[in-house]
């Protein structure tokens, strides 16, 4: 597979971390919304602010690595149209991230193999927080009938 077409392929697919976080945020705009709704005269309850600050938790945590996916994918997208330059890029690219804080200084130029694996990394990092928090909505879905019981 040629680099340029690789880069494209590892690009589209970081792109798919879009997706995942407007799931995210839409559970977290739920989880809002429930939360808040003792604001609006609904009845306060631990058992409904505790879960919703949770899965708020969670859909920040995912968004921040969603950013970190969507930085990846556009730097990716913008070096897959110039394969041929590829390792002056690279080395542009980490001198930027050095000057701005975002990578040490003293860091050994990596692979391209290692930074694909990097970004994918990120993307199921990404994955982990939007699947706890769906995991988490979904246990207080199931627990529902015995929390209506026992409260």
Do not use: N
Request: aromatic content about 4%.
């Amino acid at each position: 597979m040629t680099a340029g077409i690789q880069l494209q392929l590892v690009a589209s697919l970081l792109r798919r971390g879009r997706a995942l976080d407007r799931l995210s945020h839409a559970l977290s705009l739920l989880a809002l919304a429930i939360g808040l709704a003792p604001l609006l005269g609904a009845a306060a309850s631990l058992a409904v602010a505790g879960p919703c600050t949770l899965l708020v938790l969670l859909g920040l945590a995912q968004h921040y690595w969603a950013q970190r996916v969507a930085l990846d994918a556009e730097l990716f997208q913008q070096l897959a149209l110039s394969p041929e330059r590829l390792e002056i890029h690279a080395a542009q690219l980490d001198s930027a991230l050095a000057q701005l804080g975002l990578r040490p200084c003293d860091k050994v130029p990596r692979a391209w193999s290692e930074r694909i694996r990097g970004a994918l990394r990120l993307l199921r990092v990404q994955l982990a927080w939007l699947l706890g928090q769906y995991l988490l909505a979904l246990l207080l879905i199931l627990a529902q009938p015995w929390l209506s019981i026992a409260g």
